[in-house]
């Protein structure tokens, strides 16, 4: 059983940036991809970024591409998402999730998923 805690949502201007946190239990965090997801209302959970056990692969949806980085630290059993230049359309609850095996953006493929973060972008 894996655990993940999101922290590092907030309110933010347009333009602005936050960094958010996904704190993983268990000893086997480094055999994990590890995905980011958000969900605004009314609508369906997205694919955002994914990032690959070892860091070595990542993955971006077109709309953060540029402006998002996903990344990881092992070592703390921690997963970023560092978001830059945020956009009014970014607000959503943004949400961590791992699967043992190959990084996918397919949020069904998904074995654990954290409570969530609110981000909310005022213009």
């Known amino acids: 059983q894996v655990q993940l805690v999101e922290s590092g949502g907030g309110l933010v201007q347009a333009g602005g940036s936050l960094r958010l946190a996904c704190a993983a239990s268990?000893?086997?965090?480094?055999?994990?991809?590890m995905g980011w997801f958000r969900q605004a209302p009314g609508k369906e959970r997205e694919f955002v970024a994914y990032i690959s056990p070892r860091g070595g692969i990542t993955n971006y949806a077109d709309s953060v591409k540029g402006r998002f980085t996903i990344s990881r630290d092992n070592a703390k059993n921690t997963v970023y998402l560092q978001m830059n230049s945020l956009k009014p359309e970014d607000t959503a609850n943004y949400y961590c999730a791992s699967r043992r095996g190959a990084v996918t953006t397919n949020r069904h493929e998904y074995d654990y998923w954290g409570q969530g973060t609110q981000v909310t972008v005022s213009s």
């Open positions: 268990g000893r086997t965090f480094s055999t994990y991809a």
